[in-house]
């Protein structure tokens, strides 16, 4: 029982940043129907440029935390400004592959700023860890959860109450249209990004007490991002939180009653198994087109 | 026109180089030095082995030529750099034996490089002394192949001794999934009997995961008296983290793959109460006055920090005691391999950097586990303990 618990506060934890990796596909997916695939190195620079803020700069964490994540979002817009936009022919998989010249373009300026060697960073709070029926629950996870709480209220609010939120849905749904009903397309598109990279900048933020960080942990995150995305349903804010949870709790389950070899593997057969039998995931929408 | 000037430009050049080349290369051999090749993976994902050693080779052979070179002759290194590649490693020795003309080759830096060059050394008939770990170098021993650093079985010694003396007999692993790490698990496994030791559960992780709370909650279910890790940063220090925030009373064991500064600052204050194999140039200035290494050990550190201004790893010393295994071997030989060779497999008792080194045509490491001494961590440094 014990266990069990454990492992399922294990599964939380991690599922509950691979939800913030997967709100950040899902988000620019629903602006411009893009995958990103430097979404893990947004995790990255998230981490360790909050490294670098709190604690060799000895920044307040809140400060550290907001600068950080504006700092990634600004990297999103200048990717969007600078490789998407002059795209001539912005054919769907031309722009995944730059998004994959962009990914190791940006692991390699983390290798240069950052070295080789990993990093760590204390957690957000120095209290003791909570006992609940034997099992641990670190400070570190309740605010991880409570941060993607408010980080999901907080999207539901815009889509759904907001004017930039519905143009952006708009967009979404057809960008022409939009356009001739005087919404500023170009605009939201680059919102997106910003809010997408500011996703991944936050997943990073709250990643980097938990665990190291290095110049190289981005692509592992951001495939199981993607898969947690895919999982609940590209396109829902709901399904990837439901997606990134069920795929760290499976996770955990499955080191702690399988075989601790098995975890990637598992991750990945769910991936499979969900393009192959129910392409739009558990909440997305019933059609969905794939290039 | 003006292209065609620039073409015969450079294949002047070329020819120039090429011949330039050559020319060093013969004229040098003029039997006045003896010269040794050095490959180590001095660029690349391990210059943190290759960058040290390199450094130590030359250092070696500064040394020695100061002192008067060998029967009157100085040596001389040609060293390159594998960047750790096998395939880069073998076009360098191929270049140190038939441009280079060296009587013996040192390094390679790691394992699979190691493993790569050796049917051209014994092809060549040139004694190879490798800074690898792998076990796999030296057993079965080939007559022509030894090694300066310790194999893992010999860490996995020094722990279980350890444990021993602790009343340990259940243990838990936890340990990397690549070969680092199964090389551990497979000693941890073999030697467990010999030292009346129980593993009660084998986990492992992978080199980039961010949490091992579930491994350890699986291996805690077990009950074991200890759990041992095997892998290099940053895998240990969250499993050392992990550990603590689990609240798991259980003393850790971490390989020597962690035997580094680096370690204690990214597990923090997890790291305090880690037992650890580690060769003794970690905690030289904590040795007794009477251990036999420790002139070897200040001197090698002193004029190492004094000639790089940089910190001394514990990397550097395997190439450093292959040259001055290699300048004992020389010793009479008038630069016969074969000589070389049998009287480097004869050598014993020869104090090194990384341990005392007893040679023999059965073991071509010759290292035996007390050149590994256990260590605890406390308050963020190495402490050595009683042996």
């Avoid at chain 1, 900048?201 to 665990?211: D, E, F, K, N, W």
């Avoid at chain 1, 592992?220 to 829902?236: I, P, R, Y």
């Avoid at chain 2, 000693?187 to 949490?211: P, Y």
Wanted: hydrophobic share 50%; net charge neutral.
């Amino acid at each position: 029982m014990q266990e069990i618990l454990q492992y399922f506060f294990s599964g939380i934890t991690a599922g509950a940043v691979y939800a913030v990796i997967a709100l950040g596909f899902t988000l620019l997916f629903n602006a411009t129907g893009l995958i990103n695939f430097a979404q893990g190195e947004f995790v990255m620079l998230g981490a360790l440029v909050l490294i670098t803020l709190w604690k060799v700069l000895a920044l307040p964490l809140i400060v550290a935390f907001a600068l950080s994540v504006a700092v990634v979002a600004l990297i999103g817009i200048l990717m969007e400004r600078m490789a998407l936009r002059t795209v001539r022919k912005p054919h769907p998989i031309v722009m995944v592959i730059i998004t994959i010249g962009i990914s190791i373009f940006l692991r390699g300026v983390g290798m240069l700023t950052w070295g080789k060697d990993a990093h760590s960073v204390e957690p957000f709070t120095q209290h003791a860890p909570v006992e609940v029926y034997g099992a641990t629950l670190l400070p570190q996870s309740l605010w991880i959860l409570g941060i993607v709480l408010i980080i999901v209220a907080g999207l539901q609010f815009f889509f759904k109450k907001t004017l930039a939120g519905k143009a952006m849905e708009a967009c979404a749904i057809s960008k022409k249209a939009a356009w001739l009903l005087g919404i500023p397309s170009e605009k939201m598109v680059l919102a997106a990004f910003a809010m997408s990279a500011a996703m991944g900048g936050v997943a990073g933020v709250l990643i980097a007490p938990i665990t190291m960080s290095s110049y190289d942990m981005g692509t592992m995150l951001g495939l199981k991002g993607f898969c947690a995305a895919m999982l609940g349903g590209l396109g829902s804010v709901l399904g990837a939180v439901i997606g990134g949870l069920l795929l760290g709790v499976i996770e955990a389950f499955g080191v702690g009653l399988v075989a601790s070899g098995l975890k990637d593997v598992l991750a990945f057969l769910i991936l499979l198994l969900i393009l192959y039998l129910r392409p739009s995931g558990l909440l997305g929408a019933k059609s969905i087109q794939r290039f | 026109m003006k292209r065609q000037a620039g073409l015969s430009f450079t294949v002047v050049v070329m020819w120039v180089l090429l011949l330039v080349g050559t020319g060093a290369g013969t004229v040098a051999w003029a039997g006045d030095v003896y010269r040794i090749g050095g490959i180590f993976a001095v660029t690349g994902p391990s210059s943190f082995l290759g960058d040290p050693e390199k450094r130590s080779m030359e250092m070696a052979i500064d040394e020695i030529n100061a002192a008067g070179g060998i029967d009157g002759r100085k040596l001389e290194a040609v060293i390159y750099d594998s960047e750790g590649e096998p395939t880069k490693a073998v076009l360098a020795a191929n270049r140190l034996i038939s441009r280079d003309r060296v009587l013996a080759v040192v390094g390679t830096s790691l394992t699979p490089t190691t493993l790569a060059v050796i049917p051209i050394m014994e092809r060549n008939r040139i004694p190879l002394v490798s800074c690898a770990a792998g076990i796999d170098i030296t057993e079965p021993v080939r007559p022509w192949i030894f090694k300066t650093a310790q194999s893992d079985a010999l860490a996995v010694g020094a722990i279980y001794e350890h444990m021993k003396k602790e009343g340990i007999e259940r243990i838990g692993i936890l340990t990397v999934e690549n070969a680092f790490g199964e090389s551990g698990r497979h000693q941890l496994q073999t030697k467990a009997e010999e030292f009346g030791i129980q593993i009660v559960h084998a986990s492992s992780f992978g080199a980039r995961d961010t949490d091992m709370t579930a491994q350890l909650t699986r291996i805690r279910g077990t009950n074991p008296d200890a759990i041992v890790c095997w892998g290099t940063n940053p895998g240990p220090a969250v499993v050392a983290r992990n550990l603590q925030q689990l609240n798991i009373n259980v003393p850790l064991y971490q390989s020597h793959g962690v035997a580094s500064p680096r370690f204690i600052e990214l597990a923090g204050d997890a790291a305090d109460g880690i037992y650890l194999p580690t060769g003794k140039i970690l905690v030289a200035d904590q040795l007794p006055e009477d251990d036999p290494q420790k002139e070897v050990l200040t001197r090698y550190i002193e004029s190492f920090e004094s000639r790089f201004r940089m910190p001394v790893s514990g990397f550097g010393g395997y190439a450093y005691d292959a040259v001055y295994l290699l300048a004992e071997a020389l010793k009479g030989s008038d630069g016969d391999r074969e000589k070389i060779r049998s009287s480097l497999e004869q050598i014993s008792g020869h104090v090194g950097v990384t341990g005392i080194f007893n040679f023999s045509p059965e073991d071509h490491n010759g290292l035996s586990s007390d050149a590994f001494v256990m260590v605890r961590i406390e308050n963020g440094e190495w402490k050595l303990l009683d042996q």
